[in-house]
């Protein structure tokens, strides 16, 4: 009962991010790319400031963080079905029409994004959660630019690609930025479940390993008990020798023959 509750908690959670404006800075070379940017200076080649973009990404790496692998994926494939089935969810509405939209691939990328950031960190540790949400943050925007380019018709065209990644590779700094608490409170919470022996996972069952064999030699066969023990018969009297041939007895002859 838990599991789908946690599960519709996070999905809406994603759906909550949509609605949160989130400044994160960006520093990149040349004039910036991004959509309600805020310059805050601009040295030479070299120029910084604020962004604004939503909290749908913060939203996926917090269910990355809190779930498993299954249940984040889980969690944001139930967000894109309640904005598929018309709740105004997404950045620009919903419904079955926003698949048509440009900002649908990025969301596509959601659910495996998310279970992708889950598996990595399962080890955990700040450094490899912080590179398994960062790694999500990745898929999502490779998948976007790739539907995005692949639509076009122009896979083959370099100035196509770049053209789409020029404005989004400006987004790492405040999405590094952005991941870092949550890696951070990743990690705390590992180490906690690693002291309190109730909230570790149950190991799982070993299998036992059938013995290798070595060389080219066939492994030995279990050796079967022999034959029961034969049983000794008494042994049978001898007969007694007899000394020779019984003697013959000689007839009285015959009137006949006198």
Not at 79 to 95: E, K, N, Q, V
Not at 133 to 146: C, E, R, S
């Amino acid at each position: 009962m838990l599991k789908p509750l946690r599960t519709v908690l996070f999905a809406s959670l994603t759906a909550f991010g949509t609605f949160i404006a989130l400044p994160l800075p960006y520093l990149v070379l040349g004039g910036s790319h991004l959509p309600n940017a805020d310059e805050w200076f601009a040295w030479h080649f070299l120029s910084g400031g604020l962004y604004t973009t939503s909290g749908q990404l913060v939203a996926l790496g917090v269910a990355a963080t809190f779930l498993g692998p299954v249940g984040a994926f889980m969690s944001q494939f139930v967000y894109l079905l309640m904005g598929l089935c018309g709740l105004p969810i997404f950045a620009d509405g919903g419904g079955f029409g926003y698949m048509g939209t440009s900002g649908f691939p990025f969301l596509l990328a959601f659910p495996f994004a998310a279970w992708l950031a889950a598996r990595l960190s399962m080890p955990g540790g700040m450094r490899r959660r912080f590179a398994a949400l960062m790694a999500a943050q990745g898929l999502v925007m490779g998948i976007g630019m790739l539907v995005q380019v692949a639509g076009a018709g122009q896979l083959g065209l370099g100035a196509a690609w770049a053209h789409v990644a020029f404005p989004i590779s400006q987004t790492v700094l405040g999405l590094a930025i952005a991941m870092l608490p949550l890696a951070l409170v990743g990690a705390v919470g590992d180490k906690i479940r690693a002291m309190i022996p109730v909230l570790q996972p149950a190991p799982a069952p070993e299998r036992q390993a059938l013995p290798a064999s070595t060389g080219d030699e066939p492994p030995a066969r279990p050796q079967l008990p022999g034959p029961p023990p034969r049983l000794s018969l008494p042994e049978m009297p001898q007969r007694k020798a007899l000394d020779g041939p019984p003697p013959r007895v000689s007839l009285p002859d015959s009137p006949r023959d006198s």
